[in-house]
């Protein structure tokens, strides 16, 4: 079955730098790639995600880029404000009815 | 629409003691699951359904049992708590397997 990797797990910037969440994939036949925010004490909630016909997506200041050749895809955050403070989970899910398998997740903490 | 909703959002249990975690959503999706968030485990996933009358198994299914007779609804049953299980539980929703997931708002379950 597919597995994903994610890095780092925690990761500290400078309000206003750029964050970057890295995650690697494993299996080949994965289209699907979802990226899910999840604030301290709250419930995920998806912030963006990319398909594998599409090598790069924005939205405002989120932006996904998928290599396919190398399996990973990551997660650009630029100008962080204290509010992009929160756990970062990625996740991929193979062509056909087979289930998201999510990375562990990378704490995100900007500090003002 | 109130989306996804989880009851209790806290249970205490005792080794042994059985319950069931409520969940239901109004949006009429088709596809429902059932994770687990442990401390630097990410999301795991118990189980799944991809519409009424079908289930299956996630990555860390035993201990638990689910149904689903209705489109709405897809409780979550712990057999025999264990203190493994103490863990937060969130319920998830969406029209298909590779289409945005909405959490409920999770259930935090202590096993003594």
């Known amino acids: 079955g597919e597995n994903v990797e994610q890095h780092p797990s925690t990761l500290s910037v400078q309000e206003g730098d750029s964050a970057v969440i890295k995650c690697t994939y494993s299996?080949?036949?994965?289209?699907?790639f979802p990226w899910y925010k999840q604030e301290l004490g709250k419930r995920p909630q998806l912030i963006i995600d990319i398909r594998s016909n599409v090598g790069e997506k924005k939205d405002q200041r989120i932006a996904v880029t998928l290599n396919k050749t190398a399996k990973h895809f990551s997660l650009h955050i630029t100008e962080t404000q204290p509010e992009d403070s929160a756990v970062y989970f990625c996740a991929a899910s193979i062509r056909g009815n087979t289930p998201l398998v999510f990375g562990k997740g990378t704490r995100l903490s900007v500090i003002a | 629409n109130a989306g996804v909703t989880q009851t209790p959002k806290f249970q205490v249990l005792k080794t042994g003691q059985s319950m069931t975690l409520q969940c239901a959503q109004d949006?009429?999706?088709?596809?429902m699951s059932w994770y687990r968030q442990d401390p630097g485990m990410g999301l795991r996933l118990i189980h799944y359904?991809?519409?009424?009358?079908?289930?299956d198994q996630g990555e860390v299914p035993n201990g638990y049992n689910v149904s689903r007779s209705t489109t709405e609804d897809f409780p979550l049953r712990l057999l025999s708590a264990a203190p493994s299980q103490t863990s937060v539980y969130f319920c998830a929703s969406s029209y298909s397997m590779q289409e945005t997931q909405y959490f409920g708002p999770g259930t935090r379950l202590l096993v003594l």
């Open positions: 359904s991809v519409g009424a009358g079908i289930t």
């Open positions: 299996d080949s036949a994965s289209n699907y």
């Open positions: 949006m009429n999706h088709e596809y």
